[in-house]
């Protein structure tokens, strides 16, 4: 079965620019996430879908982050304007029950 | 909240020899408890998981985890380790819930396992 897919696999942006990333989930997995994770640490959750609504949206930094799942399928996070602090790779995961299955992650550099 | 602690942050371990990765949890009711590999510039490969039952896990690659409840711990075990094992180990929790539908892992900091030839 295919994997989690993400694009793009790296980025380069100044301060102040914005971003966005794609993920598309393993077919048939109803929840995804959108994990951060910066160098030196493990992931720490952004978001969580569940279907096209959202389930978990507490540790979403709101006035520059955002994220939609509009037809339940894939989904695209946006950081908009980006800091030097949001340099990390972000990790795109699906679940069907218990399991996560992770994506390759987009790593992210804000100069 | 859960929480997360892996006390190492680099194992070493002779090819060959056991190894251990040590990983506490934390969480207010049962825990669903999982450990993830990474390797360089690719994404979480998971390797195991323990919901209920037996205490003694059995995952990918002879990753083997116990589950200690009344130490709140969950090692990752290998009787023989592998140069190819040298990789970013990470522990990680979640609370079986309470209806709420969240399911977000919680993360330790990772280990980093080396196996020297």
């Known amino acids: 079965e295919a994997g989690v897919a993400q694009s793009p696999r790296y980025k380069i942006i100044e301060k102040r620019q914005s971003v966005a990333f794609w993920c598309n989930p393993i077919s048939g997995h109803a929840t995804l996430y959108w994990y951060q994770q910066i160098l030196g640490q493990g992931p720490k959750l952004l978001i969580q879908f569940q279907n096209n609504g959202v389930v978990d949206d507490s540790q979403l930094p709101k006035d520059r982050f955002s994220a939609e799942r509009l037809k339940g399928v894939d989904s695209t996070l946006k950081i908009q304007p980006a800091k030097l602090e949001d340099s990390a790779v972000y990790l795109c995961?699906?679940?069907?029950?218990?399991?996560?299955?992770f994506g390759p992650g987009t790593r992210l550099t804000v100069l | 909240a859960q929480s997360v602690a892996q006390p190492e942050d680099q194992v070493n371990v002779a090819e060959g020899n056991p190894l251990t990765v040590k990983c506490t949890y934390s969480v207010s009711g049962n825990p669903y408890l999982f450990w993830y590999v990474q390797y360089p510039n690719r994404g979480l490969q998971f390797l195991l998981k323990?919901?209920?039952?037996?205490?003694l896990v059995k995952g990918s690659y002879g990753f083997e985890a116990e589950f200690n409840k009344s130490q709140t711990s969950f090692h990752l075990k290998k009787p023989s380790a592998l140069v190819s094992d040298s990789a970013l180990y990470f522990c990680a929790v979640r609370d079986m819930g309470r209806g709420t539908g969240r399911r977000a892992l919680t993360f330790g900091s990772g280990t980093r396992l080396q196996v020297q030839p």
């Open positions: 323990y919901i209920t039952g037996d205490n």
């Open positions: 995961a699906s679940s069907f029950i218990n399991e996560q299955f």
